[in-house]
Structure formats: C-alpha cells, structure tokens
C-alpha cells in the first residue's frame, strides 16, 4: 500500500496540488503539519514558541513516522522543512512509498510567497531583495535532502491541474 509523498519549499504548491490530486485518485490527503496541530491541540507556531524547535523535529519525525507506518493509503504533504531533519530524507525512498519533489524556481517561489508572505513568520519582515537572497539560500541548503525524493517534477509556469497530471502519469 503505497503512501504518495508530496514535498519541497514553502510556496511550491504543496498544500494545494495534494487536494487536488487527492480528489482526482481518489486517496487522502494529509497535511503533516496539520496532523501535528490535531494530536497537539497547538499550532506549529506555539509548538515552536512553547517548546522549541528540536522538540518540534521530534514530534515532526514521530508523526511522519506514525503516518508512515499507518496501513491506509494516503498523499502526505510534509512541512518544507521535513526532509532536511532527523535523516527523514531516508524515509523517502522505499517499496511502499512514493516521493515526488515539487520543484520551483526562485522566482516562482519568491512571486508566489510575496502574496502572502504576512502568513509565513520565516519571511513576514524581510525586504523583497532579503526575501530573495533568503529563498535562494534555503533552496542551496535543501538541495541535497529535496533531492533524494524518487521523482521530480517542476511547478514552474503550469496550472494545478498540469502538475497534477504530472504526478498522475508516474503513478502510472
């Protein structure tokens, strides 16, 4: 029972793209920062405030984990930064599970996370050229760890339902 892994940067479209794929394969979506929220009782913010972040990244690895091993099928989206902590960048490859990076460029991400960059604390105060310089740093630093899902596909200038038919077509 394959488990189908959605990842990358904050703004790619992870969220989004999983809902939709979710309907149109007709298999769950689960949100894995969403799934914390839920079994905490505390947003991501307070969980960070409250108890810092390496308790955050172990909670973040056990839920994976607990999702993971679950035996329902479902499309998990992981946190953008998920597979850069805790080697979870090893979880991504095995029989019963399906890695697919979305891909961005720094343009797309910085034009789609300008919209709303007031909802993401990592980059709500930064100028547009400090938001860039950071994207462009965190995407060189996550490289390695985005890399070692098994598929890649670009979000770059298509639609939801283009990216969709994407991941469709591998899990042909």
């Known amino acids: 029972m394959k488990k189908i892994i959605l990842l990358g940067y904050m703004g790619c479209g992870k969220s989004t793209i999983a809902k939709t794929l979710s309907k149109n394969i007709g298999i769950p979506f689960v949100d894995l920062d969403e799934y914390i929220e839920k079994k905490t009782n505390l947003s991501i913010n307070a969980l960070f405030e409250k108890h810092g972040e390496v308790y955050f990244r172990k909670l973040e690895q056990e839920s994976f984990k607990e999702l993971l091993s679950s035996a329902d099928r479902f499309i998990i989206g992981l946190g953008g930064g998920t597979p850069c902590y805790a080697n979870n960048h090893e979880l991504?490859?095995?029989?019963?599970?399906?890695?697919?990076?979305?891909?961005?460029?720094?343009?797309?991400?910085?034009d789609r996370l300008s919209a709303n960059k007031s909802k993401?604390?990592?980059?709500?105060?930064?100028?547009?050229?400090?938001?860039?310089?950071?994207?462009?740093?965190?995407?060189?630093?996550?490289?390695?760890y985005y890399n070692k899902a098994q598929y890649a596909v670009s979000v770059d200038d298509k639609t939801i339902d283009q990216v969709v038919l994407d991941i469709v077509a591998i899990l042909a």
Do not use: C, Q
């Not at 980059?123 to 050229?129: G, Q, T, W």
């Open 92 to 110: 991504l490859i095995g029989e019963d599970v399906l890695s697919v990076y979305l891909k961005a460029s720094i343009e797309t991400l910085f």
């Open 120 to 144: 993401r604390p990592l980059i709500a105060n930064k100028s547009d050229v400090e938001m860039k310089e950071f994207i462009a740093m965190h995407l060189f630093e996550r490289s390695f």
